[in-house]
């Protein structure tokens, strides 16, 4: 239908010093833990985390400072043990301000006591589900939609495939690849494990083409496994969104408004697979992840890091920055967030640290010269021109009904805009107001 692209729209960004091409043979370097970590309670889409500890109180690796606050919420664990020092406001990547718990580290390494499942061939969907909230588990891959959502179907929908998102098709990052490179053999049992439990006869993992080595790794793991395949999908940003990934490996068009789920399909990360296999083999909670540390650093790596690390920690292992560093982000060029300090702590969705130079350096906005380049674009086939216009006017009804709430926010849009517009800002604006007009309609009517 859309040829050799796979899905429709899209983009090739360019890379500069530091990219996937220089970080992607680093293997990935266990960072020790620092002296103090700091652990927000909102490290996931949904309500954050109930506090259950207290300033005093001596925690251990993998206890849980706050239990999930609902059904769309995940708890979160001490990465270190130590003392509870404060509890105190904290910022985020994303600019949000919540409760954090800080620790100071006692470098003893004290675990809790982990309860491995005793049958994991025979988990039955309702205590994977069980298991997978308990270890706070979210989408690795920067999402954090907490899994255990995904894996409860709404009544009326089945699971019929597992679609595994092994692209990383943000540009230089690289832990999703020095995961499936590293450790193929318990991804695949992860996957595996969730399909006996669900009944779920195929799974599909996605990764792009330019990654041949994790894809051979990926394959000789699953070569025992039935109905684990790896696809090799071609190089395409946004490849690892979710209605793209599932469109190239599925056929299956995920419809306007809806969830893969609409289509049979539940997608996750391959590090999302990762910690399922570790929570439910070893019991073990998400108390740390892979975060790739690239561009303008003097030795870009891959670490495993402690959730609650300070990000300025990352950059001094790394040898510290390299000079005309110009902005620092969280996450990848396309959709991660800029930051201005470095003290802001690693959480579950902090895929990267991307030090840029020029390439970061916002250009000033011109007139729109409908040349339609952001509409070819545009994976979800959207006007952004047409959005931002309306959004910038404050007709967010009519930005609605032209599908404003369907952007992804994947920055196609921007990206190509030669009259560098911030299409896909006014396209996050809009999202944001419709959604909270929703919210003040809904309360309205509920008081009547």
Request: net charge positive; with cysteine; hydrophobic share 40%.
């Amino acid at each position: 239908m859309f040829g050799s692209r796979l899905f429709p729209g899209g983009v090739h960004p360019h890379e500069g010093v530091g990219g996937k091409a220089e970080n992607g043979g680093n293997a990935i370097v266990d960072l020790p833990a620092p002296p103090r970590v700091t652990i927000p309670l909102s490290q996931h889409i949904g309500a954050p985390a109930k506090l259950c500890v207290q300033k005093g109180d001596r925690v251990k690796i993998g206890q849980v400072l706050g239990e999930a606050g609902g059904f769309v919420s995940a708890p979160v664990h001490s990465s270190v043990s130590g003392t509870v020092v404060h509890i105190h406001p904290c910022l985020l990547a994303s600019g949000v301000t919540t409760t954090a718990v800080i620790i100071d580290n006692d470098f003893q390494d004290e675990w809790v006591e982990l309860h491995p499942a005793e049958h994991p061939e025979t988990l039955t969907p309702q205590e994977v589900q069980q298991i997978v909230r308990s270890a706070g588990i979210v989408g690795m891959g920067g999402a954090t939609f907490p899994t255990h959502v995904k894996l409860t179907p709404a009544p009326g929908k089945v699971i019929e495939k597992f679609i595994i998102n092994g692209a990383e098709c943000e540009p230089y990052l690289t832990a999703d690849h020095r995961l499936m490179l590293e450790k193929p053999a318990q991804i695949i049992d992860g996957i595996r494990l969730l399909m006996l439990a669900f009944d779920v006869k195929e799974a599909i993992i996605g990764v792009e083409d330019n990654k041949p080595d994790a894809i051979a790794a990926l394959q000789g793991a699953a070569a025992s496994a039935e109905g684990i395949r790896v696809q090799a999908l071609p190089v395409r940003y946004p490849q690892g969104g979710e209605k793209q990934l599932v469109y190239a490996t599925t056929r299956r068009v995920v419809p306007n408004g809806g969830l893969p789920l609409d289509v049979g399909c539940v997608v996750c990360n391959v590090g999302t697979m990762y910690a399922i296999h570790q929570a439910i083999r070893e019991g073990r909670p998400v108390i740390d992840r892979i975060t790739t540390v690239g561009g303008l650093v003097q030795n870009p790596q891959n670490f495993r890091v402690r959730i609650g690390t300070p990000i300025d920690t990352l950059l001094e292992a790394c040898g510290g920055l390299k000079d005309g560093v110009k902005q620092l982000l969280s996450g990848g060029p396309m959709m991660g967030m800029a930051i201005a300090r470095t003290d802001i702590p690693v959480t579950k969705g902090c895929s990267g640290i991307l030090a840029l130079g020029r390439e970061a350096v916002e250009p000033e906005e011109s007139a729109c010269i409908r040349c339609g380049r952001c509409l070819r674009a545009c994976p979800m086939g959207l006007m952004p021109a047409k959005i931002d216009a309306l959004t910038r006017a404050e007709r967010f009804e009519a930005a609605e009904k032209i599908g404003a709430m369907n952007c992804i926010e994947c920055g196609c849009c921007t990206f190509v805009c030669p009259a560098k517009r911030a299409l896909t800002q006014s396209c996050r604006t809009a999202k944001r107001v419709i959604t909270t007009r929703r919210k003040q309609a809904q309360a309205a009517a509920a008081k009547k």
